[in-house]
């Protein structure tokens, strides 16, 4: 608990904060301001809804992608200043290092959701002058929330893992804009045409793949999805917990 709190007084000291949210409250407003200055695009069909902005925003994958990357620059800080020498030894659970800095990383999610979601309940009312229809999208704005938590679980073990930002930057950049799921469909067709089969489908195993098809996601057509999104999700804490574990565990502090 002490470890978390200490993350956190840092966190509300730094800039990255604040950049994070202005980040998502920019990605958030964008299609309302696209609706306003171009409405012949729409016409006049189809409300711009808050919860459905930020649901458009954070299943496109760049808030999740920003706050993976700012938290590996975060916590690599303590590689970098020796902070881990000092804090790590006193730990009475070396996981202890691993939950901290994953708590901190879901609340910093979880600021940048509410920042997004307010600036567009904003401008919701003032382009509308209304708010409503905004309870059909938590749902998936929860799933999208668990699927980004548990991509952050893996972007931190592999720091710890690497004791560098380097690949964890690498993984969350190529994972949530698209490369990821774009070779999975490559590598899908080809394993399909090699298997005679059209059952080989790879996205569904990636845990970024999963949050970005939450944009497409319709229940009649899929039904099945929200059970996929939270097994995947919950397999994605689970190896990285452990594979935290087993490394926090066997660790040398350099």
């Not at 919860?51 to 975060?74: H, Q, R």
């Not at 916590?75 to 290092?97: A, V």
């Not at 930002?165 to 490559?186: A, D």
């Not at 080989?200 to 099945?224: E, W």
Request: aromatic share 10%; proline share 4%; net charge positive.
């Amino acid at each position: 608990m002490r470890l978390t709190k200490m993350y956190l007084y840092k966190l509300q000291r730094s800039a990255g904060l604040w950049i994070c949210m202005l980040l998502t409250c920019m990605l958030v407003v964008m299609p309302g301001l696209i609706r306003l200055f171009f409405p012949d695009l729409f016409g006049t069909s189809g409300m711009y809804s808050a919860a459905g902005a930020l649901l458009s925003a954070v299943t496109g994958g760049l808030p999740c992608m920003i706050c993976a990357i700012y938290a590996a620059v975060f916590f690599h800080d303590d590689e970098k200043y020796g902070f881990i020498k000092n804090i790590f030894p006193k730990l009475p659970h070396k996981m202890e290092l691993f939950t901290a800095r994953l708590a901190v990383s879901l609340l910093l999610l979880l600021a940048m959701y509410l920042a997004g979601f307010l600036t567009a309940l904003l401008f919701t009312a003032l382009l509308h002058g209304t708010v409503a229809g905004e309870a059909g999208s938590i749902p998936l704005l929860l799933l999208s929330f668990l699927s980004s938590a548990a991509f952050l679980s893996l972007v931190l073990t592999l720091e710890l893992h690497t004791r560098s930002n380097v690949l964890p930057i690498v993984l969350s950049v190529i994972s949530m804009s698209g490369m990821i799921s774009l070779m999975c469909t490559l590598l899908s067709f080809l394993l399909n045409q090699l298997l005679k089969t059209e059952s080989v489908a790879l996205d569904q195993y990636v845990i970024s793949c999963q949050l970005r098809n939450l944009s497409t996601f319709v229940m009649a057509d899929r039904p099945s999805m929200p059970v996929t999104v939270i097994l995947v999700s919950a397999v994605y804490l689970i190896i990285s917990a452990a594979w935290s574990y087993l490394l926090l565990y066997r660790r040398d502090i350099r």
